[in-house]
Protein backbone atom coordinates (compact mmCIF):
# COMPACT_ATOMS: atom_id res chain seq x y z
CA UNK A 1 0.00 0.00 0.00
CA UNK A 2 0.98 3.41 -1.19
CA UNK A 3 0.88 6.28 0.94
CA UNK A 4 -0.55 8.96 -0.07
CA UNK A 5 0.87 12.87 0.60
CA UNK A 6 -1.32 15.78 0.28
CA UNK A 7 -0.60 18.98 -1.03
CA UNK A 8 -2.25 22.40 -2.37
CA UNK A 9 -1.19 23.54 -6.04
CA UNK A 10 -1.73 27.60 -6.05
CA UNK A 11 -1.29 28.93 -9.27
CA UNK A 12 -1.78 33.08 -9.85
CA UNK A 13 -1.67 35.03 -12.63
CA UNK A 14 -2.58 39.07 -13.58
CA UNK A 15 -4.31 39.15 -16.91
CA UNK A 16 -4.70 42.75 -19.54
CA UNK A 17 -7.27 41.30 -21.63
CA UNK A 18 -7.80 42.73 -25.37
CA UNK A 19 -11.42 40.85 -25.89
CA UNK A 20 -11.23 37.33 -24.46
CA UNK A 21 -10.06 35.96 -21.41
CA UNK A 22 -7.41 33.12 -21.96
CA UNK A 23 -7.84 29.60 -21.16
CA UNK A 24 -5.96 27.62 -18.62
CA UNK A 25 -6.10 23.63 -18.51
CA UNK A 26 -3.92 22.12 -15.49
CA UNK A 27 -2.55 18.70 -15.39
CA UNK A 28 -0.43 16.83 -12.95
CA UNK A 29 0.88 13.88 -14.41
CA UNK A 30 -0.53 14.15 -17.73
CA UNK A 31 -4.07 13.64 -15.33
CA UNK A 32 -6.39 16.86 -16.27
CA UNK A 33 -6.80 18.85 -13.28
CA UNK A 34 -8.75 21.93 -14.14
CA UNK A 35 -9.69 24.46 -16.55
CA UNK A 36 -10.39 27.57 -16.42
CA UNK A 37 -10.81 30.97 -17.75
CA UNK A 38 -8.67 33.98 -16.33
CA UNK A 39 -10.39 37.18 -15.66
CA UNK A 40 -8.70 40.54 -16.20
CA UNK A 41 -6.79 41.58 -13.58
CA UNK A 42 -4.33 44.46 -14.10
CA UNK A 43 -1.12 44.25 -12.14
CA UNK A 44 -0.11 48.06 -11.57
CA UNK A 45 -3.84 48.71 -10.21
CA UNK A 46 -4.54 45.70 -8.05
CA UNK A 47 -2.80 44.25 -5.13
CA UNK A 48 -3.55 40.47 -5.45
CA UNK A 49 -3.48 38.14 -8.53
CA UNK A 50 -6.12 36.38 -9.57
CA UNK A 51 -5.32 32.87 -7.68
CA UNK A 52 -6.28 29.67 -7.90
CA UNK A 53 -6.02 26.62 -5.12
CA UNK A 54 -6.16 22.78 -5.85
CA UNK A 55 -5.81 19.94 -2.98
CA UNK A 56 -3.94 17.51 -4.79
CA UNK A 57 -2.75 14.03 -3.42
CA UNK A 58 0.58 12.74 -4.88
CA UNK A 59 1.64 9.46 -5.03
CA UNK A 60 4.88 8.38 -3.70
CA UNK A 61 5.66 6.58 -6.86
CA UNK A 62 6.50 7.51 -9.51
CA UNK A 63 8.84 9.14 -7.77
CA UNK A 64 9.06 11.87 -11.00
CA UNK A 65 5.91 13.93 -11.58
CA UNK A 66 5.49 16.86 -13.92
CA UNK A 67 2.90 19.87 -13.70
CA UNK A 68 1.67 21.30 -17.13
CA UNK A 69 -0.65 24.53 -17.65
CA UNK A 70 -1.67 24.39 -21.76
CA UNK A 71 -3.14 28.53 -22.15
CA UNK A 72 -5.03 29.23 -25.06
CA UNK A 73 -4.74 32.51 -25.90
CA UNK A 74 -4.79 33.53 -29.33
CA UNK A 75 -6.47 36.96 -28.93
CA UNK A 76 -4.71 39.85 -30.97
CA UNK A 77 -5.62 42.26 -33.47
CA UNK A 78 -2.96 40.74 -35.57
CA UNK A 79 -3.36 42.23 -39.02
CA UNK A 80 -1.20 42.84 -42.18
CA UNK A 81 2.32 41.90 -40.28
CA UNK A 82 1.55 43.71 -37.16
CA UNK A 83 -0.01 43.84 -34.03
CA UNK A 84 -1.05 46.42 -31.42
CA UNK A 85 -3.31 44.78 -28.72
CA UNK A 86 -2.88 41.18 -27.57
CA UNK A 87 -4.34 39.25 -24.27
CA UNK A 88 -1.09 39.24 -21.79
CA UNK A 89 -0.80 37.17 -19.39
CA UNK A 90 1.91 37.46 -16.61
CA UNK A 91 2.32 34.43 -14.04
CA UNK A 92 3.13 35.40 -10.38
CA UNK A 93 2.49 32.38 -8.64
CA UNK A 94 3.04 28.61 -9.17
CA UNK A 95 3.71 27.28 -5.93
CA UNK A 96 3.21 23.19 -4.27
CA UNK A 97 2.77 23.54 -0.48
CA UNK A 98 2.20 20.67 1.85
CA UNK A 99 -0.97 20.46 3.08
CA UNK A 100 -0.28 21.00 6.70
CA UNK A 101 0.65 24.02 6.06
CA UNK A 102 -1.19 25.14 3.90
CA UNK A 103 -3.29 27.78 6.20
CA UNK A 104 -0.30 29.80 7.50
CA UNK A 105 1.50 29.60 3.43
CA UNK A 106 -2.39 31.00 1.90
CA UNK A 107 -1.76 33.61 4.18
CA UNK A 108 1.86 34.23 3.15
CA UNK A 109 0.67 33.87 -0.06
CA UNK A 110 -2.79 36.47 0.34
CA UNK A 111 0.04 38.72 1.62
CA UNK A 112 2.92 38.96 -1.42
CA UNK A 113 2.05 36.90 -4.14
CA UNK A 114 5.37 36.77 -5.19
CA UNK A 115 6.50 35.83 -2.56
CA UNK A 116 9.69 33.13 -3.58
CA UNK A 117 9.23 30.60 -0.59
CA UNK A 118 7.48 27.48 -2.03
CA UNK A 119 7.70 28.97 -5.93
CA UNK A 120 7.94 26.87 -8.57
CA UNK A 121 8.75 29.67 -10.99
CA UNK A 122 12.29 29.44 -10.79
CA UNK A 123 11.86 25.94 -12.00
CA UNK A 124 9.43 26.77 -14.89
CA UNK A 125 9.73 26.94 -18.69
CA UNK A 126 7.32 28.22 -21.23
CA UNK A 127 7.33 26.68 -24.81
CA UNK A 128 4.76 28.50 -26.81
CA UNK A 129 3.00 26.97 -29.52
CA UNK A 130 5.09 28.90 -32.25
CA UNK A 131 8.05 27.95 -31.30
CA UNK A 132 9.84 30.05 -28.85
CA UNK A 133 10.93 28.81 -25.69
CA UNK A 134 11.33 31.21 -22.46
CA UNK A 135 13.38 29.42 -19.72
CA UNK A 136 13.39 32.43 -17.40
CA UNK A 137 9.67 33.29 -16.76
CA UNK A 138 10.00 35.31 -14.13
CA UNK A 139 8.51 38.75 -14.10
CA UNK A 140 8.01 38.52 -17.88
CA UNK A 141 4.58 39.10 -19.55
CA UNK A 142 3.49 36.51 -22.63
CA UNK A 143 1.48 36.59 -24.85
CA UNK A 144 -0.08 33.61 -27.33
CA UNK A 145 -0.82 30.05 -26.72
CA UNK A 146 1.27 27.60 -25.23
CA UNK A 147 2.38 25.83 -22.26
CA UNK A 148 4.07 26.19 -18.60
CA UNK A 149 6.19 23.01 -17.51
CA UNK A 150 7.95 21.89 -14.33
CA UNK A 151 9.14 18.89 -13.36
CA UNK A 152 10.07 17.32 -9.76
CA UNK A 153 10.90 14.55 -7.61
CA UNK A 154 10.14 13.45 -4.05
CA UNK A 155 13.44 12.21 -2.34
CA UNK A 156 13.17 11.18 1.09
CA UNK A 157 10.59 13.16 2.63
CA UNK A 158 11.62 16.64 0.46
CA UNK A 159 11.07 17.63 -3.10
CA UNK A 160 13.86 18.65 -5.84
CA UNK A 161 12.99 20.75 -8.49
CA UNK A 162 14.24 20.86 -11.85
CA UNK A 163 13.42 22.94 -15.37
CA UNK A 164 12.06 20.20 -17.94
CA UNK A 165 14.95 20.52 -20.73
CA UNK A 166 12.99 21.12 -24.17
CA UNK A 167 14.78 21.06 -27.35
Not at 27 to 47: A, H, W
Request: with cysteine; net charge negative; aromatic share 14%.
Amino acid sequence: MYLKKDVILCIGFYCQIYKKNPNVRIFLDNRFIDEIDIQSINGIDDKLPNLYFYHLKLLPFPINHNIHLEVKNSDSNYNNGFMTKSTLLRFVNFSLLPYSECELAYNIIKEDPDVDHYNLLPYTVWQGNNGNILDNIINSTIGGSGTFLCNFSRNIGSWIFEKPSIS
